[in-house]
């Protein structure tokens, strides 16, 4: 199977398992069973499926059924828990990853997470502020700040010095509220949650600890 057939079959897999019809017919329990079964045997297959994962999150559209079927957030959302399933891997740990292997990762998840910084925050409708922005964007959002907090712990501040810049920079808005903000209260609250963990701190000492900070 080629690499733009085999896309497409994840793909259409993707939309599958995260809706109740294609093309307007029911989707069957089996065709549900087998989108799963070809789900799970794509990401097994990290060597394969990693630089799949990361040319998604560069993409500003995914589709598929010869572009008639959206399948954009599904997608990036799944190829988000394949990547958060490798940083956790404790086979192939990701100390052990290439330098360029590591920059390619915070490239992509920095892209995505552009895309979804700039949605507002709050949306306008009869005349009144009504929170919040898009149920579907907000999903992806919060896997893509969770991704970018465990880069900020394993890559900040020897790997990563710029990080807390990066995030600002790209990020956030200081004249209009949107995702981006969240995302970064998010990060910060999410590295601040790791560095205080009990695991945490029986592993490293204190003068570590205030390095990692």
């Not at 192939?92 to 590591?102: L, V």
């Not at 997470?113 to 929170?131: D, E, F, K, N």
């Not at 991704?147 to 020897?158: E, G, K, T």
Request: net charge positive; aromatic share 6%.
């Amino acid at each position: 199977m080629g690499q733009t057939e085999q896309q497409e079959t994840i793909l259409s897999a993707v939309v599958v398992s995260s809706s109740t019809h294609w093309a307007g017919q029911p989707i069957s329990s089996e065709e549900r069973k087998r989108a799963f079964g070809a789900l799970q045997s794509f990401s097994a297959q990290s060597t394969s499926s990693l630089p799949i994962c990361l040319q998604w999150l560069q993409e500003s559209k995914l589709t598929v059924a010869n572009g008639t079927i959206d399948c954009t957030i599904p997608a990036q959302l799944y190829a988000c828990e394949i990547l958060s399933s490798c940083l956790n891997d404790k086979k192939k740990k990701y100390a052990q990853w290439q330098e360029g292997d590591r920059l390619k990762l915070r490239q992509a998840v920095m892209a995505a997470s552009r895309r979804q910084a700039h949605l507002p925050l709050i949306v306008q409708g009869s005349g009144t502020y009504m929170s919040l922005t898009t149920s579907t964007a907000l999903p992806l959002a919060n896997k893509l700040a969770s991704l970018l907090a465990a880069l900020v712990v394993r890559d900040f501040p020897q790997r990563w010095t710029t990080c807390i810049q990066d995030l600002f920079q790209q990020l956030w808005s200081e004249t209009t509220p949107v995702v981006g903000n969240r995302m970064c209260l998010q990060i910060l609250q999410l590295v601040a949650e790791d560095c205080t963990d009990s695991d945490f701190n029986a592993k490293v000492r204190s003068i570590c600890k205030v390095e990692k900070i």
